[in-house]
Nanobody
Framework: VQLQAFGGGLVQAGGSLRLSCAAS????????VGWFRQAPGKEREFVTS????????YYADSVKGRFTISRDNAKNTVTLRMNSLKPEDTAVYYC????????????WGQGTQVTVSS
């Protein structure tokens, strides 16, 4: 499965952005999907994930209550809604997919830059 993340941009602190992850090659409904981010000089970190059927989601503590992940399997997309953005949310955001029983994410999209100005 090939993944493409888009929707990043420049936003002021307190603002909102919506990122999308679109899949091609195989149906995204076969995979759990996660979002990760990497800020300059820092390691890549987990942000959120969603199960195949959307019944299970996980969030990093740093984004709980501000970010929401959702998916539309009919459209082969996963969406990350980011509200109340903070400068520390600035990073390149990546979407990734894995088979439900896998431990690691196998398929990665190219990143999309999110910059939050103070």
């Amino acid at each position: 499965v090939q993944l493409q993340a888009f929707g990043g941009g420049l936003v002021q602190a307190g603002g909102s952005l919506r990122l999308s992850c679109a899949a091609s090659g195989r149906t995204l409904s076969a995979y759990a999907v996660g979002w990760f981010r990497q800020a300059p000089g820092k390691e890549r970190e987990f942000v959120t994930s969603i199960s195949r059927s959307s019944d299970t989601t996980y969030y990093a503590d740093s984004v709980k209550g501000r970010f929401t992940i959702s998916r539309d399997n009919a459209k082969n997309t996963v969406t990350l809604r980011m509200n109340s953005l903070k400068p520390e949310d600035t990073a390149v955001y990546y979407c990734a997919a894995k088979e439900p029983i896998a431990v690691s994410y196998k398929y990665w999209g190219q990143g999309t830059q999110v910059t939050v100005s103070s």
